[in-house]
């Protein structure tokens, strides 16, 4: 087999991971617009637009929503301040006492949401606290915070600690190093920890369906819908969410590669006043 | 510690300090030390708490081996405790489900790493992140939608001419699996691609030169390099499968329960928390394990497997 065939074949498995991944996707979304009571492409009864007017109608899935964004905003308000700390703190210290506590704040990350949650529920009952969404944010930040952890720590590696030196020695003040000099540093991985963090949130199932009491999220909302009475307006939310991700993927993308554009001008630009230097 | 303070003075310093204990006490060490002790204590009424009755035993652990049913194993008729049964059927199928992932992942990791050009990377990432940020109840719906039994893969299979009767996916553990791998092959992708990424290609090319086939090349550089990428792969993916209760409960038929869902039968359904907690504490053990195995058997470190 010579390399053209090969990269060939690694071309068509490619497409068809991709055919594999999308096509689901977009048979579900496509469900949305079939006039048929069952969620389903096949048999096509026609275009329709009434399950957005059922989605939009239904009061439940309003609340569900709004539920969803109030969590995320929480899980952000707490994970990122925690996130950010503890990452500061581990990354201050060395040796034996740094694993075990970087251990200890990786270790939820791996541990089963139902066994977050239940914790989660069993602890705070003690405290009194009955559950709800309260309870789904706490239970959430346990591990999510992880991550702001995790994004923060590998920023810091970058970090110039001389230049908190420098401050120190011109007379800042501890807050003014921590806002001025640390805080502009890590904000690329704050701002990326936060976005997981409001991700991760909305997409969690596990913990919250354990922890919520009887308050619903978007998650919880659409599983019981799935499991007693689906009809097609879950589609139509699917797809909804769907292009959602996908603008703000793109939105991302987009502003990354301008990003890179602005950076490859100024090496070039760099470069050449480099070269005009040296003649 | 001290440095710290140097650096950030006491109060921002304490801060730190505040928000990381709350973290790690009030989040994560006592919640779970609150089930350990929990599930050791009998299911009571409100009013019955601390009485005579509430003491600790391993009455909720035993629970586990009751209901005995009798099941084929090897070609033996054994009686086998229900949930004992679902507990190594969820371990089995989750294995089944990373192993396969595996196989899907590894050539598109190396792919990824080695093969494409690196100007399309930026937009096949894009392409394969999307449905990864697609909610996991949207992902296992959509193949709810695909496997049902009048849905479009048993039309397209018999359009085609494949097959002649229309199959019920929905059965036994078999949705589950498509339904997981679907779910969580994508975790296993990125960690092996990371890990491939780092390879040296002049190392692949010098085995080529040295005449090694295109599978021992594979076999003798890339896979032992791609060790700790595949080794948090299926830590990832194992743990995903197992812990998963969308999944099994949404693709799963009434002859297929997954360990989760015996976990939230207890806690929801018979509002037992203290057979919950053990049973959760069970769960927990055997993951513990299950990961302390993996990295043990790949000589990985956790460090690892958090990148």
Redesign the interface.
Known sequence: ?DDKM??TL?NI??GL??V???V??G??GG?AFNDSRL????PWKGLTDRWFIELWNDSTMWTSFANTILVALAVVALAV??GT??A??VN??SGRVR?V????????????????G?????????LSVPTGLHLSV??Q??YI??FVM?MVLARLQSFD?NL?EAA?DLGA???Q??RRILLPHLYPAIGAGAAISF?QS??N??VT??TRGTSQT??VY??SK??SGVTPS?NAL?LL??IA??S???LY?VR??RLAAVEAAREAEARRAEEAGVL | ?S??L????P??TG???L??A???L???????V??FE?SFRPYLPVTEVGGPKDFYSFGNYMKFFANSTDTDIFGFNLPVPIHVKIFFGTIYFSTLVTFITFV?AY??AF?LAK??TPKSL???F??????M???????S??????L?Y???LN?VLQGVGILDAPVRWISGYRAIIIGLV?TYV?FMVFPIYNAIQSLDTNQIEAAQDLGSP?WRTHWRVILPHAKPGIASGS??VF?LA?????VP??LGSPTSLWF?QT??QW??EAQD?NT??AY??L??IL?TCF?SLVMWLFKVQ??D???
């Not at chain 1, 969620?39 to 096949?42: I, L, T």
């Open positions: 087999m090969r990269r690694y498995y490619m991971f991709l594999y991944l999308l689901p996707l048979l579900m469900a969620p389903s492409v096949y301040p925690i700390a503890s500061i703190l201050s210290i694993s506590l970087y251990g200890i704040m990786v270790a939820p990350v791996l541990a089963p949401g139902a066994v977050i239940i914790s989660t529920i069993l602890f705070w009952n003690k706490l239970g930040v346990s915070a992880a995790l600690q908190e120190l003040s501890h807050g190093v921590m991700f909305i997409e199932f596990n369906l354990f978007l998650t659409v599983f799935v499991r879950i699917a969410l769907i991700t996908l703000a993927a793109l993308e990354r590669r | 510690m440095e710290l140097r650096r950030y003075g109060t921002l801060a730190f300090v928000l990381t709350f973290w790690l009030m989040l994560v060490i006592l919640p779970n609150t089930l929990a899907i050539p598109l792919y093969v494409v930026p937009t096949l894009l392409l394969l992140f999307v449905p940020w697609v909610s996991e109840v949207l992902r719906f959509a193949w709810w939608l695909i049902a009048k849905g479009p039309a679907y994508l295109w830590v990832i743990m197992a812990g998963s209760l969308l409960a949404l989760t976990i939230q806690m929801l928390w919950g907690a959760a504490f769960f927990l993951c990961v956790l460090t497997i958090a990148k």
